[in-house]
């Protein structure tokens, strides 16, 4: 039986052994989502396509649909992202953002936005350079501010998930996404016991991180203390919303 292939392009997200030659590549691709393909032999000394099929490259490719696997059969790189290798702290972002990708989208999921904020932020990567401990924190949790908004998860960090109201003296509750306001929390407190109190100046950082460029970013001012709250509300938003088994917290990814 004759198998029609499929040309997309697409950013090689994890790669990993499979059988005794093969290995198993998941890439993300602008048409049809993540794809889960195999590349036979890419194992072999010899392989052809191996040295093409990297993490944090753009490739043009062509996969076949086959009876119980799609298999890739031809990858030419399209940008090579070079900056990345030359940037521990850049390799290090992007490592993690693939692999959070990876664990957070179903088999062809992730179409529409995902690809391009992907594409935006390698390309942002590649030309960083060294990036400090704090612009890494700020940065990464920026990118997965945007990733759950393109994968249906609102967050609300002006007004009251419950009244609608200005969220006047706010409290942060992860698992309505977003804040809450004291009259709520007070009125209702079974319902609302786990909001916690927050800072205003977090809330703020957070929607400058959603919104801002990822170069922009670089100019945003906060304490350590300020900081610190900020990784762990979005650490509860993707611990509570984002599907997938993360084992640790996403920050110790970038922090090594």
Same mark, same amino acid.
């Given at each position: 039986?004759?198998?029609?292939?499929?040309?997309?392009?697409?950013?090689?997200?994890?790669?990993?052994?499979?059988?005794?030659?093969?290995?198993?590549?998941?890439?993300?691709?602008?048409?049809?989502?993540?794809?889960?393909?195999?590349?036979?032999?890419?194992?072999?000394?010899?392989?052809?396509?191996?040295?093409?099929?990297?993490?944090?490259?753009? +490739?043009?490719?062509?996969?076949?649909?086959?009876?119980?696997?799609?298999?890739?059969?031809?990858?030419?790189?399209?940008?090579?992202?070079?900056?990345?290798?030359? #940037?521990?702290?850049?390799?290090? +972002?992007?490592?993690?953002?693939?692999?959070?990708?990876?664990?957070? =989208?179903?088999?062809?999921?992730?179409?529409?936005?995902?690809?391009?904020? =992907?594409?935006?932020?390698?390309?942002?990567?590649?030309?960083?350079?060294?990036?400090?401990?704090?612009?890494?924190?700020?940065?990464?949790?920026?990118?997965?501010?945007?990733?759950? #908004?393109?994968?249906?998860?609102?967050?609300?960090?002006?007004?009251?998930?419950?009244?609608?109201?200005?969220?006047?003296?706010?409290?942060?509750?992860?698992?309505?996404?977003?804040?809450?306001?004291?009259?709520?929390?007070?009125?209702?407190?079974?319902?609302?016991?786990?909001?916690?109190?927050?800072?205003?100046?977090?809330?703020?950082?957070?929607?400058?991180?959603?919104?801002?460029?990822?170069?922009?970013?670089?100019?945003?001012?906060?304490?350590?203390?300020?900081?610190?709250?900020?990784?762990?509300?979005?650490?509860?938003?993707?611990?509570?919303?984002?599907?997938?088994?993360?084992?640790?917290?996403?920050?110790?990814?970038?922090?090594?």
């Amino acid at each position: 039986m004759a198998w029609s292939s499929i040309k997309t392009t697409g950013i090689v997200l994890t790669v990993s052994p499979f059988r005794e030659s093969d290995r198993r590549y998941r890439i993300l691709t602008p048409d049809l989502g993540k794809i889960d393909v195999i590349g036979r032999g890419a194992q072999k000394g010899m392989a052809k396509l191996a040295p093409q099929l990297e993490p944090f490259r753009i +490739l043009s490719l062509e996969v076949v649909q086959g009876r119980r696997y799609m298999t890739i059969i031809s990858a030419e790189l399209k940008q090579r992202l070079s900056g990345l290798h030359r #940037s521990f702290d850049a390799r290090l +972002l992007a490592s993690s953002s693939c692999a959070f990708l990876d664990r957070a =989208l179903q088999e062809l999921g992730g179409r529409d936005a995902i690809y391009p904020e =992907l594409e935006a932020w390698l390309n942002f990567l590649d030309g960083a350079g060294e990036i400090p401990r704090r612009e890494r924190l700020l940065l990464y949790g920026g990118l997965l501010l945007r990733l759950m #908004s393109h994968l249906g998860y609102d967050i609300e960090f002006e007004h009251c998930t419950s009244c609608r109201t200005s969220g006047n003296d706010p409290f942060w509750h992860p698992a309505y996404g977003g804040v809450v306001c004291a009259d709520c929390r007070n009125k209702d407190r079974h319902r609302w016991f786990t909001a916690e109190r927050i800072d205003l100046r977090v809330l703020d950082l957070m929607q400058a991180a959603q919104q801002l460029t990822y170069e922009d970013m670089f100019v945003l001012t906060a304490d350590r203390t300020i900081v610190k709250q900020y990784t762990k509300c979005i650490q509860d938003l993707v611990a509570m919303h984002v599907p997938g088994y993360f084992r640790a917290p996403y920050w110790e990814g970038v922090l090594v």
